[in-house]
Nanobody
Framework: QVQLVESGGGLVQPGGSLRLSCVVS???????????IGWFRQAPGKEREGVSCIGPTDGTTWYKDSVKGRFALSIDNAKNTVTLQMHHLKPEDPAVYYCAADRDSSTAVFGPRWGPRAYDYEDWGPGTQVTVSS
């Protein structure tokens, strides 16, 4: 029943902004569920990497160093949606962006503190393409 669907990708000029959303079905983004929601990206020929993560209960967040101050992650509980607001996009940012859920309580605490590990995440969205070009 768990399903994640990303949206909001597209073409943007360098320095521009995009707002990515991940609509979650099958579980609630709230206590007492144990979960972490991670945002990952993968560029052609490169490994998938974590860019942001939010914790299961206390809202702890983590950002990759290169996106700190530019990306902001938030949860809209009313819509059961995770949003990644991206500003000042740079040429290094183009990729397919994925949201994913770690539903394992033993590992969900890791990503929000030290960065999400792809192998901890069981449920994935299909991805949304972000292109940065002038």
């Amino acid at each position: 029943q768990v399903q994640l669907v990303e949206s909001g990708g597209g073409l943007v000029q360098p320095g521009g902004s995009l707002r990515l959303s991940c609509v979650v079905s099958g579980f609630t983004l709230d206590y007492p569920d144990y979960y972490a929601i991670g945002w990952f990206r993968q560029a052609p020929g490169k490994e998938r990497e974590g860019v942001s993560c939010i914790g299961p209960t206390d809202g702890t967040t983590w950002y990759k160093d290169s996106v700190k101050g530019r990306f902001a992650l938030s949860i809209d509980n009313a819509k059961n949606t995770v949003t990644l607001q991206m500003h000042h996009l740079k040429p290094e940012d183009p990729a397919v962006y994925y949201c994913a859920a770690d539903r394992d309580s033993s590992t969900a605490v890791f990503g929000p503190r030290w960065g999400p590990r792809a192998y901890d995440y069981e449920d994935w969205g299909p991805g949304t393409q972000v292109t940065v070009s002038s």
